[in-house]
């Protein structure tokens, strides 16, 4: 657990800007370089065995496999299937057998758990899918770059985003966020399970929302995102399942209804924040919603501030990315903050105190490594 005193002393311990560089050699550079592209590309191929579910059908079989017995089971055409599995082998993702008069193709089984997985693990495959829904907006990136060029992008540029996002979280947080994150929390499982009122900041289709309504269906759910998509994908689950006590609406998060005030037990934003136009404007009317005493819950990635301060990260340079080809131009679309996704835990634990939030602190979350879940309190008595 760390506090904004701990985040200083972290932070001054900053890596030399020289670190890694006194061995290196042009032909060392550039070798780092070609096999950088070469990721990219090979990251194309990995999203499309996930899509076409190659990997399922490799993941499957019990022996090697001609490319075209594989092709068969998938459905798919042998030759595009053959050209594929020659990247995959060369990438030395794939095995081949070379033994028999056809080459024959498997993967070992603990390759497969990582190929073809389940659960909180399915977060990694899916990131390579995230690649090509960037890659299509490149071109109006390049514009936004330039001086004369948009600010912005408006949330229609990502069609994909949505259900990218459905199809990733669900598996992600039935495996973690009922077990792991909550208990995090003191006395929070027990308010849940006796009866309160939460608002999810940023809901989306609703996953976290449907989760705590099925496990504690004493309590009452709100959930709000700028989105009409999320929320009607939300709203068309709530009237298949007939749940009833989890409401969802299209709901700004820094104009929220007057007749709110110190209404809600709970809030959670889940990686919501930094995307919003006004994030300051943002947390303080979640602080008027929250009751005395309530409890605030705002995951966000767990970098720091300062870029020299996250070499070394293994995600950083993937998360920065992502946050400069779509959180970003998102967020300055609307005129907003463009905190970005690596805003980090020095303007967190600041703009956290400085819209009146106490008690702030910074808690892993098990089984997640690339989160931070920052916990603060609204000053006043405790929940009833």
């Given at each position: 657990?760390?506090?904004?005193?701990?985040?200083?002393?972290?932070?001054?311990?900053?890596?030399?800007?020289?670190?890694?560089?006194?061995?290196?050699?042009?032909?060392?550079?550039?070798?780092?370089?070609?096999?950088?592209?070469?990721?990219?590309?090979?990251?194309?191929?990995?999203?499309?065995?996930?899509?076409?579910?190659?990997?399922?059908?490799?993941?499957?079989?019990?022996?090697?496999?001609?490319?075209?017995?594989?092709?068969?089971?998938?459905?798919?055409?042998?030759?595009?299937?053959?050209?594929?599995?020659?990247?995959?082998?060369?990438?030395?993702?794939?095995?081949?057998?070379?033994?028999?008069?056809?080459?024959?193709?498997?993967i070992p089984p603990h390759r497969a758990a990582v190929l073809a997985?389940?659960?909180?693990?399915?977060?990694?495959?899916?990131?390579?899918?995230?690649?090509?829904?960037?890659?299509?907006?490149?071109?109006?990136?390049?514009?936004?770059?330039?001086?004369?060029?948009?600010?912005?992008?408006?949330?229609?540029?990502?069609?994909?985003?949505?259900?990218?996002?459905?199809?990733?979280?669900?598996?992600?947080?039935?495996?973690?966020?009922?077990?792991?994150?909550?208990?995090?929390?003191?006395?929070?499982?027990?308010?849940?399970?006796?009866?309160?009122?939460?608002?999810?900041?940023?809901?989306?289709?609703?996953?976290?929302?449907?989760?705590?309504?099925?496990r504690f269906p004493n309590s009452t759910y709100y959930g709000i995102?700028?989105?009409?998509?999320?929320?009607?994908?939300?709203?068309?689950?709530?009237?298949?399942?007939?749940?009833?006590?989890?409401?969802?609406?299209?709901?700004?998060?820094?104009?929220?209804?007057?007749?709110?005030?110190?209404?809600?037990?709970?809030?959670?934003?889940?990686?919501?924040?930094?995307?919003?136009?006004?994030?300051?404007?943002?947390?303080?009317?979640?602080?008027?919603?929250?009751?005395?005493?309530?409890?605030?819950?705002?995951?966000?990635?767990?970098?720091?501030?300062?870029?020299?301060?996250?070499?070394?990260?293994?995600?950083?340079?993937?998360?920065?990315?992502?946050?400069?080809?779509?959180?970003?131009?998102?967020?300055?679309?609307?005129?907003?903050?463009?905190?970005?996704?690596?805003?980090?835990?020095?303007?967190?634990?600041?703009?956290?105190?400085?819209?009146?939030?106490?008690?702030?602190?910074?808690?892993?979350?098990?089984?997640?490594?690339?989160?931070?879940?920052?916990?603060?309190?609204?000053?006043?008595?405790?929940?009833?």
């Open positions: 657990m760390s506090t904004m005193g701990d985040v200083d002393q972290q932070a001054a311990a900053s890596t030399s800007p020289t670190d890694g560089q006194n061995d290196e050699t042009k032909e060392i550079f550039a070798k780092k370089i070609s096999e950088t592209i070469t990721s990219g590309f090979v990251t194309l191929s990995l999203a499309i065995g996930r899509r076409t579910g190659l990997f399922d059908v490799l993941a499957r079989q019990q022996e090697p496999r001609t490319s075209h017995e594989i092709a068969a089971a998938a459905g798919l055409k042998e030759r595009y299937v053959r050209e594929w599995l020659g990247s995959m082998v060369t990438s030395r993702i794939i095995e081949v057998d070379t033994t028999s008069d056809s080459p024959r193709y498997f997985p389940s659960g909180a693990e399915i977060l990694r495959m899916a990131f390579s899918e995230r690649v090509v829904h960037l890659a299509k907006v490149t071109d109006d990136m390049v514009e936004c770059f330039k001086e004369d060029g948009p600010q912005g992008l408006p949330s229609s540029a990502y069609p994909d985003f949505q259900g990218w996002c459905q199809d990733v979280k669900g598996p992600m947080l039935d495996s973690t966020f009922i077990d792991n994150f909550l208990p995090t929390i003191p006395g929070l499982v027990e308010k849940l399970e006796s009866g309160i009122t939460v608002c999810d900041v940023g809901c989306a289709s609703g996953y976290v929302l449907f989760l705590l309504a099925q995102d700028v989105s009409v998509e999320a929320v009607n994908m939300a709203k068309k689950e709530i009237a298949t399942r007939g749940i009833t006590n989890v409401i969802c609406d299209v709901i700004d998060a820094a104009k929220l209804p007057e007749d709110w005030s110190e209404k809600f037990d709970y809030i959670i934003a889940m990686s919501t924040i930094h995307d919003v136009a006004a994030p300051e404007q943002c947390l303080r009317e979640i602080r008027r919603v929250l009751k005395p005493g309530g409890q605030f819950s705002m995951r966000e990635i767990d970098v720091h501030t300062q870029h020299h301060d996250n070499i070394g990260n293994s995600a950083a340079s993937m998360i920065y990315v992502i946050s400069m080809m779509s959180c970003v131009p998102m967020s300055l679309h609307e005129n907003g903050a463009g905190l970005g996704a690596m805003w980090g835990q020095e303007q967190v634990f600041a703009m956290l105190e400085r819209t009146g939030f106490s008690d702030v602190k910074k808690l892993g979350i098990p089984g997640n490594q690339i989160h931070a879940h920052y916990m603060c309190s609204k000053s006043g008595s405790s929940m009833e």
